[in-house]
C-alpha cells in the first residue's frame, strides 16, 4: 500500500469548532487531494493540490479549507463546522497531474453533533 | 458539467456467476474511466482503467468495455468470488483538460458462496 496516513481516524466534534484534519504521504507524489463520502454520493473532491503551496478547489469546497506547506502534507480545515459536513474524508494521492485519485488513505470518519 | 450514473446500486450474484455493472457520462470530452473497489471499512482502491482511445481492457477475471458513441462504460468480473464482494465506483475524468474526476453513486456488489 502507499504511504499515506490520515489522522485523526475518528473524530466527533460540535456545531461550530474548528476541525482540522492531516493527510500526510511518504510517496513524494506532487498531487493530494480531498475528497468526503456520503452515501448515495459516492467520492466528490473538496479541494486538491498540484504542488507547495498550490491549491484549487472541488466540487464542493464551500466551507473547507486547505493548506500544503510541505511536499508530504495536505490539511483539511473546516472552518466552523456544521452538521451537513458529517462525513467520511478521505485523502488520495496521485504521481501524475491528470486528476484522478491512484491511491488512498484509510479515512477519516468525522461526525459533528 | 459532468454527471455520472451508475447501475445498478446493489447485485447480488451467485459465486462463479458474472456480475457487469455500467455507468454513463454526460460530458462527450471525457476522456479516461478509472474503477475503484471499496471493501467494507476501508479504502478505495484503483482496479482498472480505460481511455478513450481503447474500446476493451482486461485484467485477469475484470474487463472494462466503453461505448463513446452511447457515452456508456461497463465493468465485468467473470468468475465471480465472495472476496469480490465490496461497493464499486465508476468515474470520468478529462485528461488534460483541467477537470476534475467524478465518482459515480456506487454499486454494491454480493457475491454469495
Known amino acids: 500500500d502507499a504511504g499515506i496516513t490520515q489522522s485523526p481516524r475518528h473524530k466527533v466534534t460540535e456545531t461550530g469548532t474548528p476541525v482540522t484534519l492531516r493527510c500526510h504521504q511518504t510517496e513524494n507524489h506532487r498531487y493530494m487531494y480531498w475528497y468526503r463520502q456520503d452515501p448515495g454520493h459516492g467520492l466528490r473532491l473538496i479541494h486538491y493540490?498540484?504542488?507547495?503551496?498550490?491549491?484549487d478547489k472541488g466540487e464542493v469546497s464551500d466551507g473547507y479549507s486547505v493548506s500544503r506547506s510541505k511536499t508530504e502534507d495536505f490539511l483539511l480545515t473546516l472552518e466552523s463546522a456544521t452538521s451537513s459536513q458529517t462525513s467520511v474524508y478521505f485523502c488520495a494521492i496521485s504521481e501524475s497531474g491528470e486528476h484522478q485519485p491512484q491511491h488512498f488513505g484509510d479515512g477519516t470518519r468525522l461526525s459533528i453533533l | 458539467g459532468e454527471n455520472v450514473e451508475q447501475h445498478p446500486s446493489t447485485l447480488s450474484v451467485q459465486e462463479g456467476d458474472s456480475a457487469v455493472i455500467k455507468c454513463t457520462y454526460s460530458d462527450s470530452a471525457s476522456n479516461y474511466f478509472p474503477w475503484y473497489k471499496q471493501e467494507l471499512g476501508k479504502r478505495p482502491q484503483l482496479i482498472i482503467d480505460?481511455?478513450?482511445?481503447?474500446g476493451e481492457k482486461k485484467d485477469q477475471r475484470i474487463a472494462v468495455t466503453l461505448n463513446k458513441t452511447a457515452k456508456h462504460f461497463s465493468l465485468h468480473i467473470t468468475e465471480t468470488q465472495p472476496e469480490d464482494s465490496a461497493v464499486y465506483f465508476c468515474a470520468a475524468n478529462r485528461i488534460g483538460g483541467g477537470f476534475k474526476t467524478i465518482f459515480g453513486a456506487g454499486t454494491r456488489l454480493f457475491v454469495k458462496a
Open positions: 493540490s498540484y504542488g507547495v503551496k498550490d491549491t
Open positions: 480505460i481511455r478513450s482511445n481503447v
